[in-house]
């Protein structure tokens, strides 16, 4: 049994009235802080993009600061990074442009995470270049072993109306790479900066809610992001059955 923290779109550098940027990194710190004092050890801690909010080196910088985890910690690039400067200032490597997807083995499942950006634009798309990394990813290695696949842009509606318009596209090529898999137990992604679970491709989406603010439905009225709302953050445990449960948390 894994059991992996998860939470995205912290926006490190969002100027919110005027503050520079103290609330958004604050947020981020109280979520960390909650982490890092849990009692028992997590198999993995995920940031599924928007890590920075203009992708700028200086917000890396701040990330690599209060990012720190006594956790395993794995991060995918969104629309508001710049893939040059997160691979310089997150993972300690020479700038380039192709899309950032990483292969992490843990214990008892693959993680893999995948870049749904697209250079200069909000919507997502997992170019042809991933989708054949993710393909081959998953052929090689342990067919035996549960993978979790990771990527910013959910694949499907959501029925947030500020959202969307700019979610990931493409998606029935994804589907067709995930039915040649059926080793994988479910997709987490972010981007909403709200909590929600679905459906995709006959498997689990599981949303991680936002921690810099929180889109709201239609129903719950104006404004349609709230600053109010506290940071959150979801614990998903992937068991022996390959079955995802996940736990919504509020840090407060």
């Known amino acids: 049994m894994l059991t992996i923290a998860h939470f995205s779109d912290i926006h490190l550098g969002q100027d919110h009235r005027g503050d520079g940027g103290a609330r958004a990194y604050r947020r981020a710190g109280q979520v960390m802080a909650y982490l890092n004092a849990l009692p028992g050890p997590l198999d993995a801690v995920l940031v599924t993009g928007d890590i920075a909010d203009h992708g700028l080196p200086a917000e890396y910088e701040q990330a690599a600061e209060v990012l720190t985890s006594r956790h395993p910690l794995f991060g995918c690039p969104g629309n508001h990074d710049r893939r040059a400067p997160y691979r310089e200032g997150l993972l300690g490597e020479a700038p380039a442009d192709g899309p950032v997807n990483r292969l992490h083995r843990l214990p008892g499942a693959d993680l893999l995470m995948l870049d749904s950006s697209i250079p200069g634009r909000d919507d997502g798309l997992l170019d042809e270049e991933t989708l054949g990394w993710l393909d081959a990813r998953l052929a090689d290695g342990r067919p035996d072993t549960p993978a ?66 929180t889109v709201t439905l239609p129903c719950e009225g104006a404004p349609d992001i709230s600053f109010d709302q506290p940071p959150m953050l979801v614990l998903h445990v992937l068991d022996d059955q390959r079955r995802l449960t996940t736990h919504f948390r509020a840090v407060v």
């Open 148 to 213: 979790l696949v990771a990527f910013h842009h959910p694949p499907v509606e959501l029925h947030l109306p500020t959202v969307d318009p700019i979610r990931q596209f493409g998606e029935q090529r994804l589907a067709e790479v995930l039915a040649r898999h059926p080793r994988v137990a479910g997709l987490l992604c972010g981007h909403s900066h709200t909590g929600a679970a679905t459906t995709f491709a006959g498997l689990p989406v599981l949303v991680a809610p936002g921690v810099v603010s």
